[in-house]
Nanobody, 111 residues
Framework: QVQLVESGGGLVQAGGFLRLSCAVS????????MGWYRQAPGKQRELVAA???????TYTDSVKGRFTISRDNAKNTVYLQMNSLKPEDTAVYYC?????WGQGTQVTVSS
């Protein structure tokens, strides 16, 4: 069983920033795709950003240029740096690796 624990969510004003962390209970060295998803009320869960074992990244169009995903294999942690936050970024953010999901962390952006 692998556990993923997200942290770093909170309430921020539009234009602000947050850094989400996802601590993984096992080594992520050699793990290929890791990603951050989000789910807003009444909407489907969507992929926000993903990072591969080679460091290649992909982002949904709405966050390109504002969000950055990264990984620290030594700390078994995946990060999501979120800048220039907008009210439409409000959602519960989830970390995902393989078949495992974290419990989610709430991000609320006020206008």
């Amino acid at each position: 069983q692998v556990q993923l624990v997200e942290s770093g969510g909170g309430l921020v004003q539009a234009g602000g920033f947050l850094r989400l962390s996802c601590a993984v209970s096992r080594s992520i060295f050699g793990v290929n795709a890791m990603g951050w998803y989000r789910q807003a009320p009444g909407k489907q869960r969507e992929l926000v950003a993903a990072i591969g074992i080679d460091g290649r990244t992909t982002y949904t169009d709405s966050v390109k240029g504002r969000f950055t995903i990264s990984r620290d294999n030594a700390k078994n942690t995946v990060y999501l740096q979120m800048n220039s936050l907008k009210p439409e970024d409000t959602a519960v953010y989830y970390c995902h690796i393989s078949i495992y999901w974290g419990q989610g962390t709430q991000v609320t952006v006020s206008s």
